[in-house]
């Protein structure tokens, strides 16, 4: 929520390439601190906040890097195509995912969870590694970072559109985007159902993202 708007800017006037690098590297070493610490039974509570934290500071620079190198990797004509395809396959992982995860959990545990979560990523960051020809895309640096975050601001502002995007984008981020943090509490308390089911349950908030990102796609090649 902070650093969302810093990140911006430094995702504009580094690599995105290099910078995805660096953030998916933290992420995995993220995953794996906690498989280690759940596998050795020295796991705390503040542990998992510390954990929370820099994934949260992560993330606030992955994000604005990864979409942006969308854009970066293909045309404009193809653009709309490209997000859409780009959030099919995220919400397809978010449908298949939870369901295989709560069948490891299960059977295995939560560490091994992590552990495979930790492994997951050296797919992405060989994919980054391996990627050739990258659009060199460089932000004026004649301006300096306050500048360039004042113009960014002064433009939402004066695109009505674009202001009220950030608003509800930010709505979302504060009330809805944690749900997955009362979700485990819900399937254990509430419904009462087995890890099985809670991988299930968390699958089913896919469908519907899946779906809308299918429409997408169809309606982007239509245009």
């Known amino acids: ?31 794996a601190t906690l498989a280690y610490l759940i596998w050795t039974g020295n796991i705390d509570l503040w542990h998992v906040y510390l954990v929370a934290l820099i994934v949260g500071i992560n993330n606030s620079f992955d994000m604005p890097s990864r979409q942006a190198f969308v854009s970066e990797m293909v045309g404009r004509e193809d653009l709309a ?7 099919t396959l995220f919400n397809m992982g978010r449908l298949v995912g939870p369901a295989l995860a709560g069948i490891v959990l299960g059977v295995f545990g ?5 552990l495979i979560d930790a492994v997951s990523y050296l797919a992405v960051i060989c994919s980054l590694l391996l990627m050739r020809n990258l ?21 939402v502002r004066a695109t009505p559109l674009i202001g009220h995007l950030v608003v ?3 709505l979302v ?16 308390k509430d ?25 997408l ?3 982007s090649r239509n245009v």
């Open 168 to 170: 509800f984008a930010g």
């Open 81 to 87: 195509n490209a997000i859409a395809l780009n959030s």
């Open 135 to 155: 659009p060199k895309v460089r932000a004026p640096r004649n301006r300096k970072p306050i500048e360039s975050l004042r113009e960014g601001i002064a433009y």
């Open 110 to 114: 939560v560490a091994a969870c992590f």
């Open 1 to 31: 929520l902070f650093l969302g708007l810093f990140a911006g800017v430094v995702a504009d006037r580094v690599p995105k390439r290099s910078l995805l690098v660096v953030t998916q590297s933290i992420a995995a070493l993220s995953s």
């Open 191 to 215: 419904i009462d159902t087995g890890p099985a089911g809670f991988g299930l349950l968390m699958s089913s908030l896919g469908i519907g993202a899946l779906t809308g990102a299918l429409v």
């Open 173 to 188: 981020g504060i009330f809805g985007i944690n749900f997955n943090v009362w979700m485990p509490l819900l399937a254990k």
């Open 217 to 219: 796609a169809f309606r």
